[in-house]
């Protein structure tokens, strides 16, 4: 895929895990090869990127969440992303 869109459903692509990880404080991606640390907001969208959720579906669940609006463009750009970085996969 080459551009997400808000009708989009990502997942979370095989080979990798996405996990809490206590020392680090902080969401990471797991892969055989090493390990992504998330920030926060990377951590956020990729909780929900579960191969059922739309963008939309995440957006609206990140704004509501966060008594925030205006954040499509945001996630937009992060699962483009993750995707060229081959973390997702899409539905």
């Known amino acids: 895929m080459n551009q997400p869109s808000t009708g989009s459903v990502p997942r979370i ?3 990798f895990r996405l996990q809490w990880e206590a020392a680090q404080d902080c969401h990471v991606l797991l ?3 090493g390990m992504v640390k998330l920030n926060q907001s ?4 990729l909780q929900r990127c579960d191969g059922k959720r739309s ?3 995440i957006v609206a669940e990140l704004e509501q969440a966060f008594t925030a609006t205006g954040l499509e463009r ?18």
């Open 13 to 15: 692509a095989h080979g």
């Open 31 to 33: 892969y055989p090869e």
């Open 42 to 45: 990377g951590g956020e969208i």
């Open 55 to 57: 963008v939309s579906d």
């Open 74 to 91: 945001e996630v937009l750009g992060f699962v483009a992303v993750a995707g060229q970085q081959r973390w997702l996969e899409w539905s």
